[in-house]
């Protein structure tokens, strides 16, 4: 899912493209990815673009007559910026917007299509996509402490909860996490003051340093690479390979349908981290530590190759 640093770069690129230029009109050859009513799309369009912004993970154009486009890619969406009038792709194109400068098509990948369009009217009707949560790279020190201790969660849910922080997802919350030393399961209201502050400071030099990273790797083109994989990433989605920091291997939580990413020996003191269900299944089996991990591969690999 495009994050903080993706929706950013995203934004930079669209505004000089399209502020000043005059919407002519919507396509939708998926009519699903339109999830409001009123007021109608139609409305949108001959509307001169006033603004582009970011509001969390989504898009938000700012049209003439106090009405707002609200993009929200989810996880497989993405934006492409073509030539004027460019036809939608059969396969993955959701919707087109013509300006008259030039066409930015929806795609999004994937047999589930979770891409959504709204029409808002007016702040209140923006406000309604605001998911409340504090806009990390504005949050001093004293805001982000108020945020992350509200609830006693995870740190790893709350970073990634809309409603504390904004922008923030699974990729860049275990890049944060990395930086700051600190484990993802480890509770929020139970960090030292100087945990909180190495966090803050993790969070913002982390989503600064991403932001700039993909703005330059544009450069005057247009964002066409959105991953949440990326090669310099420190822990996200590096399961098994060399922490940059300490060379030992990076571990992962599944859950669900996401995962978490760490280094045991940066993180966790070297404790193995185990989701429910593995440690339910494993129970005393369990390793806690990397070098009970390889004893164990160790052993389960001499079985294999020595069956009984």
């Known amino acids: 899912m495009p994050e903080l640093p993706d929706v950013e770069a995203y934004v930079s690129c669209l505004a000089p493209r399209i502020v000043g230029q005059r919407l002519e009109r919507v396509r939708l050859l998926r009519p699903f990815v339109l999830r409001s009513v009123a007021p109608p799309l139609e409305d949108a369009a001959g509307r001169s673009v006033l603004s582009v912004a970011r509001l969390g993970k989504r898009v938000v154009i700012g049209l003439a007559g106090d009405l707002f486009l609200v993009l929200h890619l989810m996880i497989a969406g993405r934006l492409r910026w073509r030539e004027r009038g460019k036809a939608i792709p059969k396969k993955l194109g959701l919707a087109a917007f013509d300006f008259s400068s030039g066409t930015l098509l929806i795609t999004e990948a994937g047999s589930i299509k979770r891409a959504a369009l709204h029409l808002a009217a007016g702040k209140a009707g923006l406000q309604a996509h605001d998911r409340g949560g504090l806009e990390p790279l504005e949050a001093d020190l004293a805001a982000f402490r108020a945020a992350l201790t509200r609830e006693n969660h995870t740190l790893k849910r709350s970073l990634t909860d809309p409603r504390l922080f904004s922008g923030i997802g699974n990729a860049y919350s275990d890049e944060i996490l990395h930086a700051a030393g600190l484990s993802p399961l480890a509770l929020t209201q139970r960090l030292a003051d100087a945990e909180i502050a190495r966090l803050h400071a993790a969070t913002q030099n982390t989503l600064r340093d991403w932001t700039v990273r993909l703005r330059q790797e544009v450069g005057d083109g247009f964002p066409e690479k959105v991953t949440a994989f ?13 922490c940059p920091a300490c060379g030992g291997p990076v571990q992962r939580i599944v859950y669900a349908s996401n995962e978490s990413n760490y280094c045991p020996a940066c993180q966790t003191g070297g404790k193995l981290l185990a989701d429910r269900a593995l440690s339910r299944l494993l129970k005393r089996d369990w ?13 389960r690999s001499t079985a294999s190759k020595n069956p009984s």
């Not at 310099?232 to 060399?242: F, I, L, N, Q």
């Not at 806690?288 to 004893?295: C, F, G, H, N, Y």
């Open 230 to 242: 990326r090669p310099g990433m420190a822990v996200h989605g590096r399961y098994g390979k060399a």
């Open 287 to 299: 390793p806690r530590t990397l070098e009970e991990l390889e004893t164990l591969k160790e052993e």
